[in-house]
């Protein structure tokens, strides 16, 4: 009997953890305390890419954080997350290519932290890109390839990777 192929297998290449809050200012400081304390890293800002005048935003204007994550830290704040959500998850987070998204209501929820009158009640926006082996030659610089179709991580995979790893639950 062959052992399967190491390069069939999926593995979480990314957790991005975002906190959208539609201007700059007081709001916007502390979503990012928030995800600083969350996830223990230095968040970023992300900036509008075109102006709404009803909504009053501006072009590059700073109207969210967010915080990417790889590895073992990515791996153990998605347990957390999944915690948190009970474990289960819709099947319409996730796209053709595997790759799923949820969202957390409260930053509370999180074991550890309390609710601070200061900060406020925030939610977060968690994505979760997934890869095989061998994706680097969609990335690199030199000669750059495509994925194959064959090589490519389809929702079914994606759904089955998340049930067997992280024993989630996907509700139909």
Do not use: C
């Not at 223990?40 to 709404?52: A, D, M, Y």
Request: avoid cysteine.
């Amino acid at each position: 009997m062959t052992a399967a192929n190491p390069m069939r297998t999926i593995d979480v290449e990314k957790v991005v953890v975002n906190i959208g809050v539609g201007e700059a200012g007081e709001k916007l400081l502390k979503a990012q305390k928030v995800l600083e304390l969350v996830t223990g890293r230095k968040p970023v800002q992300t900036l509008s890419r075109s102006t709404i005048r009803d909504w009053g935003i501006r072009r590059n204007m700073p109207i969210g954080v967010r915080v990417t994550l790889r590895g073992p830290p990515a791996q153990e704040f998605l347990r957390k997350a999944l915690a948190i959500r009970s474990n289960r998850l819709a099947a319409y987070s996730f796209d053709p290519h595997g790759n799923f998204s949820f969202g957390i209501p409260d930053y509370t929820d999180f074991s550890g932290m309390k609710y601070d009158p200061e900060i406020g009640v925030f939610g977060m926006d968690v994505a979760v890109a997934l890869e095989r082996p061998g994706f680097r030659i969609a990335r690199r610089k030199i000669a750059p390839r495509k994925i194959p179709n064959s090589h490519r991580i389809s929702r079914d995979e994606g759904i089955e990777f998340v049930r067997s790893t992280f024993s989630v639950e996907v509700v139909e």
